[in-house]
Nanobody, 127 residues
Framework: QVQLVESGGGLAQAGGSLRLSCAAS????????MGWFRQAPGKEREFVAA????????YYADSLKGRFTISRDNAKNAVYLQMNSLTPEDTAVYYC????????????????????WGQGTQVTVSS
C-alpha cells in the first residue's frame, strides 16, 4: 500500500514557475513508477509526465516537453514536477500517481495502469 500526498500547487502568473511535490509513504515506495496527471475543468484527466522507479527513464506529454521536468528522490520517497513558462492552459488539478510491480526502467502513460493516486493539488495560472 502506498499513500501519496501532493503539495506545491497554488496561483501563478503566466510565464511563471511552480514546483509540485509528491510525498509517498510505504516501505517499497521507492520501487514504484511515478507519474503526474492533470485534469482541467470539464476535461478528461491527461498524462503529464512519468519517471521510472530507478529514475533512469522519463517521459512527457508532447505538448509539455521543454517546460516541465519530472524528478525523484528515492531516499526521500518523493517525486517532483518543475513547471516553467506556465500558461493559463496549465490550470488544472494535478495528481500524483504510482504503479508498482514494474521493472526499474518501465514507463506507463495511461491513467488506468496506475494503482495509487493522491488527492490532487490545484494549479491556477492567471494571464
Amino acid at each position: 500500500q502506498v499513500q501519496l500526498v501532493e503539495s506545491g500547487g497554488g496561483l501563478a502568473q503566466a510565464g511563471g514557475s511552480l514546483r509540485l511535490s509528491c510525498a509517498a509513504s510505504g516501505r517499497t515506495a521507492s520501487t514504484y513508477l511515478m507519474g503526474w496527471f492533470r485534469q482541467a475543468p470539464g476535461k478528461e484527466r491527461e498524462f503529464v509526465a512519468a519517471i521510472s522507479w530507478s529514475g533512469t527513464n522519463t517521459y512527457y506529454a508532447d505538448s509539455l516537453k521543454g517546460r516541465f521536468t519530472i524528478s525523484r528522490d528515492n531516499a526521500k520517497n518523493a517525486v517532483y514536477l518543475q513547471m516553467n513558462s506556465l500558461t493559463p492552459e496549465d490550470t488544472a488539478v494535478y495528481y500524483c500517481a504510482a504503479k508498482g510491480g514494474v521493472g526499474p526502467a518501465a514507463i506507463f502513460v495511461l491513467a488506468k495502469h496506475y494503482d495509487y493516486w493522491g488527492q490532487g493539488t490545484q494549479v491556477t495560472v492567471s494571464s
